[in-house]
């Protein structure tokens, strides 16, 4: 594991972890830009929350030396992200919520590639 996976994929955890726990304790500023992408604010906990927090578990699962579910978790976070911007297209919605999805989709689309690179070199 090489300095650039390691901060990259802390900052995934970082960022993911945050996201996870705003959204399981219905953090309000969160609500209106979820209100415009049409989720409903009783996803917030589950599937929203409860996934964002669980792919940043195992993402530090990865870096404790556990890579296969460290490679798995930032593979769901890469479709959780893809469902996210797909939704936000969807409705139209090009709010600063639509590019956080974005910011996180290249986030965890990185760490998964640096997963695979640095577990298969």
């Known amino acids: 594991?090489?300095?650039?996976?390691?901060?990259?994929?802390?900052?995934?955890?970082?960022?993911?972890?945050?996201?996870?726990?705003?959204?399981?304790?219905?953090?309000?500023?969160?609500?209106?830009?979820?209100?415009?992408?049409?989720?409903?604010?009783s996803w917030l906990v589950f599937p929203i929350g409860t996934l964002k927090t669980a792919g940043a578990?195992?993402?530090?699962?990865?870096?404790?030396?556990?890579?296969?579910?460290?490679?798995a978790a930032a593979a769901g976070l890469v479709l959780f992200f893809v469902c996210a911007v797909h939704?936000?297209?969807?409705?139209?919605?090009?709010?600063?919520?639509f590019a956080l999805a974005i910011g996180f989709l290249a986030l965890t689309s990185t760490t998964l590639t640096l997963n695979l690179t640095t577990t298969t070199a």
């Open 57 to 71: 578990l195992g993402l530090l699962a990865g870096l404790l030396g556990l890579a296969p579910i460290g490679t």
């Open 87 to 97: 939704t936000h297209l969807l409705a139209r919605d090009y709010s600063a919520q």
């Open 1 to 41: 594991m090489n300095t650039l996976h390691v901060v990259v994929t802390s900052v995934a955890i970082a960022a993911t972890g945050f996201s996870g726990v705003a959204a399981l304790a219905r953090f309000k500023p969160i609500l209106p830009g979820m209100a415009r992408a049409g989720v409903p604010a």
